[in-house]
């Protein structure tokens, strides 16, 4: 049985048209975001350290992902819905 392809989203920043997120963690960690898909699987790059998420952001110019409420994003799922719902997926 052929197994189902699953497409990946992008992402583009509303502030600089960047197409590279990152995820930066407690401390001096962060870790590029290569791909992520509609089930919420995100393809790391290189990880050097494991911390808390405390934000996601461009990693070309610094825009943070936020809420309605203002607040950072840091659930994979919340990221998912946040770029089906702000970036354009042609």
Do not use: H
């Amino acid at each position: 049985m052929a197994k189902e392809e699953i497409k990946t989203l992008k992402f583009k920043c509303p502030k600089c048209n960047g197409n590279r997120l990152e995820c930066c963690e407690e401390g001096p960690y962060a870790s590029e975001i290569l791909a992520i898909d509609r089930e919420g699987d995100f393809e790391w790059g290189e990880i050097n350290a494991s911390g808390m998420v405390v934000r996601f952001q461009c990693l070309e110019c610094g825009y943070v992902l936020k809420d309605s409420e203002g607040e950072s994003l840091t659930d994979n799922d919340d990221v998912v819905k946040w770029i089906e719902q702000k970036c354009p997926q042609e």
